[in-house]
């Protein structure tokens, strides 16, 4: 059969350049290395740049920079006292509070300085200040259906029973 197709020879040429790793591995050490130092230094210049800003500002730019940190401050103290009563509330879901420790609660205690809430020693203290609610029997309505107990005899009076029964008398 003459008709076959023979499959072509084709010869793959492999590359005789041979990358040491352990050569490529120090070339990227050192260039990580002196990129780090970069970054060290290019921080250090903020930081001197910044320091020679706050040095050359005038008493009216110094008191400007000064009331916006604080207006800052009290903003972010007054939305994180709001935080932690909705906190608060979310961590009492369910629970009893003691009255007495709800009058010495001081939301203060439990904002950092920076605005930041302290979750855990906020229900630290819910946990301490809590009880859970006694688990209640379902009460379902009377809905006046159903089997009510026994008929009472035809001749009985129930008022008159319940009267002799109050006196003692048979």
Same mark, same amino acid.
């Given at each position: 059969?003459?008709?076959?197709?023979?499959?072509?020879?084709?010869?793959?040429?492999?590359?005789?350049?041979?990358?040491?790793?352990?050569?490529?591995?120090?070339?990227?050490?050192?260039?990580?290395?002196?990129?780090?130092?970069?970054?060290?230094?290019?921080?250090?210049?903020?930081?001197?740049?910044?320091?020679?800003?706050?040095?050359?500002?005038?008493?009216?730019?110094?008191?400007?920079?000064?009331?916006?940190?604080?207006?800052?401050?009290?903003?972010?103290?007054?939305?994180?006292?709001?935080?932690?009563?909705?906190?608060?509330?979310?961590?009492?879901?369910?629970?009893?509070? &003691?009255?007495?420790?709800?009058?010495?609660?001081?939301?203060?205690?439990?904002?950092?300085?920076?605005?930041?809430?302290?979750? &855990?020693?906020?229900?630290?203290?819910?946990?301490?200040?809590?009880?859970?609610p006694e688990p209640t029997?379902?009460?379902?309505? &009377?809905?006046?259906?159903?089997?009510?107990? +026994?008929?009472?005899?035809?001749?009985?009076?129930?008022?008159? +029973?319940?009267?002799?029964?109050?006196?003692?008398?048979?």
């Amino acid at each position: 059969m003459s008709d076959e197709v023979q499959p072509e020879e084709t010869t793959i040429t492999e590359s005789t350049d041979t990358v040491d790793l352990a050569i490529e591995a120090e070339k990227w050490k050192q260039l990580a290395r002196k990129h780090e130092d970069r970054a060290k230094a290019n921080a250090d210049a903020a930081k001197e740049l910044e320091q020679l800003k706050q040095s050359m500002l005038t008493e009216t730019e110094k008191a400007i920079e000064q009331a916006k940190a604080e207006s800052r401050k009290a903003t972010v103290l007054e939305y994180s006292s709001k935080l932690v009563e909705a906190k608060l509330e979310s961590y009492l879901n369910g629970k009893v509070l &003691d009255a007495n420790a709800l009058l010495s609660f001081n939301k203060s205690a439990f904002i950092a300085d920076d605005g930041d809430i302290n979750d &855990d020693a906020l229900r630290q203290w819910v946990e301490s200040n809590t009880a859970s609610p006694e688990p209640t029997k379902p009460v379902y309505p &009377d809905l006046g259906q159903g089997n009510r107990g +026994a008929a009472p005899a035809l001749n009985s009076d129930p008022l008159l +029973a319940d009267l002799k029964a109050k006196l003692g008398i048979d």
